[in-house]
């Protein structure tokens, strides 16, 4: 017995989807395809069709899709949640949600993650002994929080630069940044669990304006 799994990521300058069948033995990727960002809402619907296309399998085949819900392009984010929820509505196919922070800490094996949020500010994700802290920060508002602990992981080079001109020497893991392969393996443990998100009310993790506030509901 095996389950077909997509998984989209368009909160990033840069993109994929990636599909992947899991199996009693674990996840085997059979597909992943790059995106550019500035193609998203000509593309994306495409592309998984030939991803589908090219595994021999259609959409109604699918056991679930995972989808990174932000923080990231606002764009992005909604392009890729419209057709999430496209495709989950029209197959009644569950849908398991994750933080790109979340997803990028995880891959570095680090407790912190940034990301560059633009306009002077950090997406920060703090992880620790099971407590998820996600926020919108200034540099200012670091440095009051008592600055970065522990490894921080970074895809950026732009926000590794700043880091290190701000508070010296940080201890960054400087990693590519996750592909939708990689989300496809951060969520097995949402996916076994059931932990699906609500499609009626699918939105993106945005962490700004009324968002920006601690939050660990994506994990």
Known sequence: MSALLLGV??????????????????????????????EYAAALVGAIGDLLDEAGAVAGELAGVVAVAGPG????????????????????IPVVTVSRLALLADTAGASCAVLDAHRGQFYCGMYSEGVAQEMLLTAGEINAMGGLKGRVAVCEETVAQLLEELYGEPDLIRVEAPSAAAVLRYSLNKWR????????????????????KVSARLG
């Open 9 to 38: 990521d368009t909160c990033g300058p840069s993109g994929s989807i990636a599909l992947g069948r899991l199996t009693e033995e674990g996840l085997l990727i059979v597909g992943e395809t790059a995106l550019a960002g500035r």
């Open 73 to 92: 392009s606002f764009t992005g984010i909604r392009i890729g949640l419209a057709a999430v929820k496209a495709l989950a509505e029209a197959g009644s």
């Open 193 to 212: 669990a059931g932990e699906f998100a609500d499609i009626a009310s699918l939105d993106g993790y945005y962490l700004r304006g009324a968002d920006a």
